[in-house]
């Protein structure tokens, strides 16, 4: 069973093209949530915890947001070195292991 | 650079075969994650081990094992390769056992023909 599901798959943006990106889990008793970034032919780079809704990150032009059901990573004014796969996580009722999503693939243009 | 260090990078073997991958952590880090991806599964959750003791095993196969030793260095270990365990395999590493901002090492690219 999807503990996490990510959309879209895809997502193409124009630099300075503000758009969010969603995870939805479908755990109960959320330990944490997590976002990181992948780039091509790199390991995942931590950028956000979340721990309980209501909860907001932020940094740079990036902001991390988490309600009972679902995270939102919104992209401000996104520049092309902001392009990268974007993966949420979730910590699993029975342990701390990461469950991850399959990723959001963003394409920033100039 | 996260400070965790994988090698090989790349390998590429035959079916049937036995491979060792090896990651370093980070200095100070104590606890140490595998996670495979491929393009169709994600990233999956293997095993992880905190200072030499296995802490949490995930969706790893039997014909898969791994250790880690008393430096702290970690090794995973691919027997009877199926063309399925190409991937690229990941090492991750965390200071304590019970936190979910991990440091990923730049993988190991397994190609099986």
């Known amino acids: 069973e999807d503990q996490v599901t990510q959309s879209p798959e895809a997502l193409r943006l124009q630099e300075g093209e503000s758009s969010s990106l969603n995870c939805s889990y479908t755990?109960?008793?959320?330990?944490?949530l997590f976002w990181y970034r992948q780039d091509p032919g790199k390991g995942p780079e931590f950028l956000f915890t979340?721990?309980?809704a209501g909860e907001e990150k932020e940094k740079e032009r990036l902001k991390a947001t988490l309600t009972k059901k679902e995270s939102f990573l919104h992209i401000t004014a996104p520049k092309p070195e902001d392009s990268a796969t974007y993966l949420c996580?979730?910590?699993?009722?029975?342990?701390?292991?990461?469950?991850f999503g399959k990723g959001t693939s963003l394409l920033v243009t100039p | 650079d996260s400070g965790v260090t994988q090698t090989p990078k790349h390998l590429i073997t035959a079916t049937g075969q036995r491979v060792t991958l090896r990651c370093s952590p980070r200095?100070?880090?104590?606890?140490v994650y595998w996670y495979q991806q491929s393009l169709d599964q994600g990233l999956q959750f293997l095993i992880q081990?905190?200072?030499?003791?296995?802490?949490a095993k995930g969706n790893i196969l039997e014909r898969f094992s791994a250790q880690q030793f008393p430096d702290l260095h970690s090794e995973l270990n691919l027997s009877s390769l199926e063309l399925g365990d190409s991937a690229l395999y990941f090492c991750?590493?965390?200071?304590?056992?019970?936190?979910?901002?991990?440091?990923f090492g730049e993988g190991s690219r397994l190609t099986v023909l």
């Open positions: 755990v109960s008793g959320l330990r944490g």
């Open positions: 991750a590493s965390s200071v304590v056992w019970d936190t979910g901002e991990l440091f």
């Open positions: 979340l721990y309980s």
């Open positions: 996580a979730v910590q699993v009722p029975s342990g701390y292991a990461l469950n």
């Open positions: 200095s100070g880090d104590l606890s």
């Open positions: 081990y905190y200072n030499g003791e296995e802490r």
